[in-house]
């Protein structure tokens, strides 16, 4: 497991103009690495807000730009930067790894001791909230090919969030983003398919048009617009 030294965060680069200037300088080097991912690459401003943030948590500014992904605009951490991080901030020992449970509620906590040996318990991730959630049914979830590392994943994610919520700085796991991201779009694609159908049941001049508009829907497109296919049959059985 990566070790990360963490140390108390020093004077903001935001706090006055010297320190920006003097951050300027920093990124201004950072920047012409070949080291850096692509996001830094000649990037200053990317390069300001990784020099704050590892300023903040109190590490290597090389180690956030690292692990904190950009996805759809957002940052997150990797998963595994999230584990050795709260292993890393002597708050508690190493996480562990508890499975349990059989069918749905199969899943897995992380937990630990903290430094007066009391247990600490994050959130169960089971089975019912993977589908519950939607993040089974993802295209190309990775829940469907490496279902445990993603259970530790996950509880890592939750456990860090309760437990040191301002070493992740309120930030998701790239894990995550790349679920909500998905949500986010295939939520626009539904409601532009929606809007499409509904052009068509309003050029439909009876019942029969409704029903052969209703065939060639998918069937959760049926399930989401049931109220309206309903308000339509209605509306030509009244006439």
Not at 158 to 177: N, Q, T, V, W
Not at 221 to 232: Q, R, S, T, W
């Amino acid at each position: 497991m990566e070790t990360l030294t963490i140390k108390k965060a020093e004077q903001s680069a935001f706090s006055s103009i010297e320190s920006f200037e003097n951050a300027q300088r920093m990124a201004k080097v950072l920047v012409q690495s070949s080291l850096v991912p692509t996001a830094y690459k000649n990037n200053i401003p990317n390069a300001m807000i990784a020099l704050e943030m590892a300023n903040r948590i109190g590490i290597s500014p090389f180690m956030v730009m690292q692990n904190l992904d950009v996805i759809q605009g957002k940052p997150s951490w990797n998963s595994t930067f999230i584990i050795a991080i709260l292993n890393s901030c002597g708050r508690f020992a190493p996480l562990r790894f508890e499975f349990s449970g059989e069918g749905e509620k199969y899943g897995c906590k992380a937990i630990t001791t903290d430094n007066d040996g009391k247990r600490l318990e994050g959130t169960k991730i089971t089975w019912q909230m993977v589908k519950a959630e939607g993040w089974f049914s993802k295209s190309g979830s990775k829940w469907k090919t490496m279902p445990d590392q993603m259970f530790q994943y996950r509880a890592a994610s939750f456990f860090g969030r309760i437990y040191a919520p301002d070493l992740l700085k309120g930030m998701h796991s790239a894990d995550e983003m790349v679920d909500m991201v998905a949500d986010t779009q295939e939520q626009k694609n539904t409601d532009e398919e929606v809007k499409r159908v509904t052009m068509f049941l309003e050029k439909a001049k009876n019942i029969e048009d409704v029903n052969a508009i209703e065939m060639q829907m998918s069937d959760e497109l049926k399930e989401e617009m049931a109220n309206i296919l309903i308000e339509y049959k209605s509306k030509f059985k009244s006439q």
